[in-house]
């Protein structure tokens, strides 16, 4: 058996694994690698396989970086299923298609602006409908057989909606292995999803390490945070409140803590945007699969009227809705995508917000290396943004406590549930330092022999 690391090894982005056996082919998610224009690049490269020989493709989750390259794969010949949660099939009809509306206006406007260095398209719209119609949709813990040989089983990995951790048993001859691979974890006794399931076997695993080398926030300095922020910038500064934020998972995280906020009377009724036709689909899509949720969420979503009970939510739709908030002044808390801030929405009211004191720019997802995003959580004072270079004067807030990733602590929680060490483990998605670093943790505390891998390694065993 042999798993080659395309993406996601020693950086975070682009979660991509290839696995052979005599028999069979298939990939472990086909994310997409974010982080500028060398992140696109490394998009447009060729992978190391033909797509026409992959038997099928496992996806973790919904998330960009871990299926944003499908319609691409599918385009260029892969002919196979894409198995997934049900959930995650519903997502990426959001997912895909905004992915690929996204690159075709970029692509559209660097036309008619006559750029030299216009990035090429990695699809169309056109490509991502068409890759939707090989999605098959399975439950949580209900095995299935994509190959005679392989068994998958589903497990809830509690990081976003239908996000996944696969289980995997594989038979060659007489012998069958078991190969789990994490894919994002989520961080346990976090608002919406429930806790990831507690795996007890494994002879290979590959874990995940965005966080493996800190620790989150507690929730409750992380809410009083949130909650000075917005009281300083909404009625002391007299400013907006902008937040980047995901559109899956984070945003509806983000509001039923602060109608939580409301309701328990530590924020008066706030007025909140949502400026996001993909949130707004999201959200739709969460609540039809709301046995899903934890027990708090489902109480207080009760499809998006339990929170218009606590905010004064709006979410737009048409591009002059989403440009008339811009002639808001104060008192505003407007949520828009992108989360790492190099596309979307959220690049038109950064322009209108990053040179004015008065305004708040909250972050509170990861940024990855080269985007907009990570340049503003790095203190820069200038930024290039739609093509002009802007001042940074409003106030830059990162909010850590919120993420979806699992930190340090909660990673080793969740594999000292494991009942033996994995024969082998690999640590993935992390950049360069904090993979290597949560490898060494796990040999000196778990005692387990483990590595990060180096993008395009192939390994046997």
Known sequence: ??????????????????????????????????????????????????PRELDFVLLTHGH??????????????????????????????????????????????????????????????????????????????????????LRCTLRDAGHILGSAILELSLTEGRRTRTLVFSGDLGQPHRPIVRDPTPIRHADVLLVESTYGNR?????????????????????????????????????????????????????????????SPMANKVTAITWKHRELLDDAARQLLDGG???????????????????????????????????????????????????????AIVIIGYQAEGTLGRRLVDGAKRVRLLGEDHRVRASIHTIGGLSAHADRDALLGWLRGFEQAPARTFVVHGETSTAQGFASTLQQELGWKAEAPEPGQRVSW
């Open 64 to 149: 960009i970086d871990h299926s944003g390259l499908l319609p691409r794969l599918c385009a260029l010949g892969f002919k196979g299923p894409i198995h997934t949660t049900h959930a995650t099939a519903d997502l990426l009809e959001v997912m895909l298609l905004d992915s690929a509306y996204i690159q075709e206006t970029t692509w559209a406007r660097a036309q008619r602006r006559q750029e030299r260095r216009a990035l090429p398209l990695l699809y169309t719209v056109a490509q991502a409908q068409a890759s939707l119609q090989q999605l098959e949709g399975h439950a949580y813990d209900e095995p299935f057989q994509p190959h005679p040989r």
């Open 305 to 359: 009227q339990g929170l218009s009970r606590w905010l004064d939510l709006r979410f737009t739709q048409s591009v002059d809705e989403s440009m008339a908030l811009n002639r808001i002044k104060a008192g505003a808390i407007i949520v828009s995508a992108s989360g790492m801030c190099d596309a979307g929405r959220i690049q038109h009211h950064l322009r209108h917000h990053l040179d004015r004191p008065a305004s």
């Open 215 to 275: 620790l989150h926030r507690p929730m409750d300095e992380t809410v009083d945070e949130l909650t000075e922020v917005i009281t300083d910038t909404l009625q002391r500064r007299k400013g907006n409140v902008i937040i980047p934020a995901f559109a899956l998972g984070r945003t509806q995280e983000l509001l039923q803590l602060l109608a939580e906020l409301v309701r328990e009377h530590r924020l008066p009724r706030l007025q909140v945007f949502v400026d």
């Open 1 to 50: 058996m042999h798993i080659t690391f395309i993406g996601a090894a020693r950086q975070v982005t682009g979660s991509c694994f290839l696995v052979e056996s005599n028999e069979l082919r298939f990939l472990v998610d086909c994310g997409m690698f974010q982080g500028g224009r060398e992140a696109h690049q490394q998009n447009l490269q060729a992978w190391p396989f033909d």
